[in-house]
């Protein structure tokens, strides 16, 4: 079942999704989601489940498959950073 993610979900303490304005949200979900939510929530999801950033962009590139050169990556990736460093305190 999901009981881990679970786990981890609430551990992390605060959704991921939290960590965009609500422009940035709408922006990313247009520019690298296709415009699809259950598209975003299901890479937040993933991305929450990480240990680090390294494993997150490696997710977002291997998995993915995000050109880790445009802009609009590089925001997305500096937007998540802080996700992993705070649970590190």
């Known amino acids: 079942g999901d009981t881990i993610s679970e786990d981890k979900r609430r551990r992390s303490g605060r959704p991921m999704i939290k960590l965009f304005t609500l422009n ?5 979900r247009r520019e690298l989601f296709g415009n699809l939510d259950a598209a975003m ?30 802009p609009e990556v590089e925001e997305f990736v500096v937007a998540i950073t802080p996700y992993y460093s705070s649970s590190r305190s």
Do not use: H, N, P, V
């Open 24 to 28: 940035d949200r709408y922006r990313f």
């Open 41 to 70: 929530a299901e890479a937040l999801d993933t991305l929450s489940m990480m240990d680090d950033i390294g494993q997150a962009r490696a997710y977002l590139e291997d998995d993915l498959c995000w050109d880790m050169t445009l």
